[in-house]
């Protein structure tokens, strides 16, 4: 058996893309009455690219193995939304992913690639229906993580005692997909949560992949216990030592010896204090050290629920100081 490093990719890269760019600019030069220095700051190519484009006549023998008529609309509509500045840098390249991943599904690409590589019609190749599918289950899961994190968020700023937790190092929440394999799975706030005028904020929308701390540490809580996909870091104080104790949750202090400057020991410990507790611990205490801030990581199975027991904790600590 000969085995082909040949994807479907490349009849994308080689053949598709230039005919696009070529057809697109040909519409917004005879169509819209671009100039070639326009239509090329608006593909990102060369004047002298544009140039090349607009002198091809392209023939429907040409533009085989797709389809002519397929793409003059494609680039029809992609020049008529460009002219009216309803895409975006981002919105070109998601319309063009698009159109491949379409095209890949039992459309022209998947055909013209199977004719090239008669092997895959034997073995009866359905490698990008299945891609398509497991992909848009992910980008599902994704939404809404991010839509949980984001509501999440919402509850903490709307939550003035919360800034009584921030830590010097300040907070974040991050939220994991299921079955998350690495910190690319887990959503969190870039830059963190940040203390602004006595409230705390945050300054962007939750991400995958950035928060490599709290994503590292939850993800060794998934290892024991994948029901565990979210935490956040507050603030260790005797304030909140005693309202953990009083509401009751289960918690596990890491002592850090001298020695012990690092996340690794951190880490271990987390993950075989789950273990010790049947796969869940409520929080789990850094005591700090030198250099090192005292923090408390509090888990749960979602962004909700934990912003909810934050909040409630930022409420029970700020009505202890009050009584003070």
């Known amino acids: 058996m000969v085995c082909d490093l040949n994807p479907p990719c490349e009849l994308t890269v080689k053949e598709l893309l230039p005919l696009l760019r070529t057809l697109i600019a040909k ?37 085989e193995p797709f389809s002519s008529k397929e793409l003059r609309e494609i680039a029809k ?13 981002a919105d070109m390249i998601n319309n063009i992913c698009e159109i491949c991943l379409n095209l890949r599904r039992g459309g022209s690409i998947c055909h013209a690639h199977k004719e090239r590589i008669p092997e895959l019609e034997d073995e009866k190749c359905n490698i990008c229906m299945q891609l398509h599918m497991s992909l848009t289950d992910l980008s599902d899961m994704r939404r809404a993580t991010l839509s949980d994190l984001t509501v999440a968020v919402s509850m903490i700023e709307n939550t003035p005692e919360f800034a009584e937790l921030e830590p010097q190092v300040l907070s974040n929440i991050v939220m994991a997909l299921k079955n998350a394999k690495g910190v690319a799975d887990v959503a969190g706030i870039p830059g963190r949560l940040v203390k602004i005028r006595g409230k705390v904020v945050s300054l962007m929308d939750p991400e995958f992949g950035v928060s490599s701390h709290l994503a590292k540490l939850l993800l060794r809580t998934m290892g024991v216990n994948p029901e565990v996909r979210s935490v956040i870091n507050i603030a260790y104080n005797d304030s909140v030592e005693d309202i953990i104790k009083r509401m009751g949750f289960s918690c596990a202090i890491f002592e850090r010896r001298p020695s012990q400057r690092g996340e690794e020991e951190l880490f271990d410990f987390v993950e075989d204090a789950f273990k010790e507790r049947n796969g869940w611990v409520d929080v789990v205490v850094d ?16 962004a909700l629920r934990l912003a909810d027991r934050i909040v409630r904790v930022a409420r029970l600590v700020a009505a202890k100081k009050a009584q003070k």
Request: hydrophobic letters at 35%.
């Open 27 to 63: 519409e917004l030069a005879e169509s819209h009455g671009y100039t070639q220095t326009r239509i090329a700051k608006r593909l990102g190519v060369t004047q002298a690219a544009v140039s090349g484009y607009l002198t091809q006549q392209l023939t429907d023998a040409e533009i």
């Open 77 to 89: 509509n992609m020049a008529s939304e460009i002219t009216m500045k309803r895409f975006s840098n």
């Open 287 to 302: 005591s700090g050290g030198v250099g090192i801030e005292p923090n408390a990581y509090f888990f749960e199975k979602n």
